[in-house]
Every structure is written in structure tokens, then in C-alpha cells.
């Protein structure tokens, strides 16, 4: 009996013929891809497609023109509110223009009128012949002027313990309106000669010592009686007999204050400066300068104080061609 093989159903030729077959499947399936009438079909259509990019066009436009319509009615707003702001403020300038052409035609018509007025006092002053002149009542020919100043406490400044620097000021003001002046001296009312080594002389009056002067005067230290008799009787004694022929003297009396005898004063002043027969004038000018620096300055009826001073100046003014001047303020 013949032995036969065994048959092997798996073998090499089976997986070659089985592979060859799966191979000719796939590369039919790869060759018929593509081949089809459309190709790969697609979920959207053209027309489809088209529709939806119209659409987007569409609203695209709407939205540009919504956004223009938007920004041009913005624009519109603003500019009307800025239009009538520009509008008020023109009409406020053109108020306050109006204001300032009425006041600049109201000026310039008073300017005019001002202008005339000068003109016309520029011609009469031209064709007036004037002289520099002093004050009315101040003996103008006065060429040697001498003061006695009351140097007590109520003439000083309670601070600074000086003398009120309102009666420099006076002294400065007689000197300038006194044109012809050459000489000048200061006493206190006691009779004391108020500069230093300069006692019983005249003092040339430049402009240079008359400020020194003053400013040694200002803060003079010694204190004197408020009754202007020995400085009065020293000035006269002293200086009169310094004048020359064509010489005039002045004496000027500074205070606030008179504790003296009235009668006694009058008569004393009486014999030492009297009128010449011939003339009928005296040597001697004597004019005063009241300062209230009391309670009740110059109040009439009061018995004490700036009154008696007023009173008993104005007598010896009256009597020696001088003048009393009462200030209303130091």
C-alpha cells in the first residue's frame, strides 16, 4: 500500500493566490476613485453656497450704512450744540463791544471837554502875570526865620518817644513857601537852642544843613515847658541884633499847649518887639502853628489844652503881623 503525504490546505501557494486577490480588489478600489460624475459629494451645493455669501454681502452693506446714518447723526448733534454755544459767546462779545464803545465815546467826549478846559486855563495862565507867591497871611519878605518848638511829652510820639514827625514836616513846608529865606535857628520853649555848639548864630540855609538840621531835631532828647515864652524872649534877644538893614526876621512858634500868664506874655512881647513910630511895623514877625494833640483840640469854651494855645497865638499873631495856623492833624 502507497503512503501518501498529508494535504496542507494553508499552504504557500493558498496565501499567494489569496494575496493576489486582496491586491487586484484594492487596486480596482483605488483605480475607481475619482471616476465618479461629481467627484466627492459634498453636504453644501453651489447655488446654496452662493445664496449664503449674497446674504453676508447684504447685511455687510446694511451695517455700513446703519454705522454711517449713525455717526452722521453724532456728528449733527454736536455740531448743533457747538454751533449755538459759538453763537451765545458771539453775542456776549458783541454786548460787551458795544459796552466798551459807549464808555470809550463817553471818555474820549470827556477827554475832549478836558482837553478845552486845559487849553483855555493854559491861555489865561499865559496871559496872566502872577508871581510865585506864598500862602495868604505868611510875612513873604522874611529873609531869617527862626522856630520854637514845644519839645514836651504830648509832641512826641509815645513809641518811639521823638518828636511827631508831622512837625518836620510842617517846618519843611514853611521853609519852602517862603521864598526869599537865607537863615534859619531852632530853640525849644525853654530857650534852649536845639543844635548843638550852633547857639545864638544864624544857620545859612542850604539845602545841606537844612536837612541835617532836621534830622537832629527828630529825636532831640531833652524835654521842655509847654509855655513858649523864654524860647520867644531868647530867639528875639539873641538873634534880632544879628540882622543887618535890609534883613527881615520871622519867628515861627511850634505847640499844642499854653500854661503860661496870657496878660504877662502880651505885655513882655509888647516891650521887647515894638513898632517902629515911623514904619509902624515891628523887627520881629511872630506867627504860630497849632498841633492837636489833646483830648478836645481847639474846642471852644474849654479852659485848658490846645484852646488856651490858639487863643493866647491868635492875640500875638494879630499883634506881631504874623499869622496862626491850626492844623487839623499832626
Sequence with gaps: MIKRRPIEVFSLSFLDCLCCGFGAILLLFILSIGSGKAGVVSEVDVPTLQAMRDQLAMLEADVANKAALLEASINSTETSQERERILSLIQEMESKLADLQQEYDSRKANLSTSEQASAEANRLLQSFKHENLPPIGLPADATHVAFVIDTSGSMRNQLTKQLHYGVIEQIRELLDSLPEVRSIQFLDTSGNYMLGG??????????????QALQAILPYPLPSNSDPEAGVRTAIRDLKPRLNANDSMSLYVLGDDFQGSTQSFLLKL?????????????????????????????????????????????????AHDGVLILKPRI
Design 198 to 211: 550852633r547857639a545864638g548864630i544864624w544857620l545859612p540855609d542850604t539845602p545841606g544843613l537844612r536837612q
Design 270 to 318: 509888647d516891650r521887647l518887639n515894638p513898632r517902629d513910630p515911623a514904619s509902624g511895623k515891628r523887627p520881629v514877625s511872630i506867627s504860630a502853628v497849632g498841633f492837636p494833640t489833646l483830648i478836645s483840640p481847639f474846642q471852644l469854651g474849654a479852659p485848658q489844652g490846645n484852646s488856651r494855645f490858639a487863643n493866647i497865638m491868635r492875640e500875638i499873631a494879630e
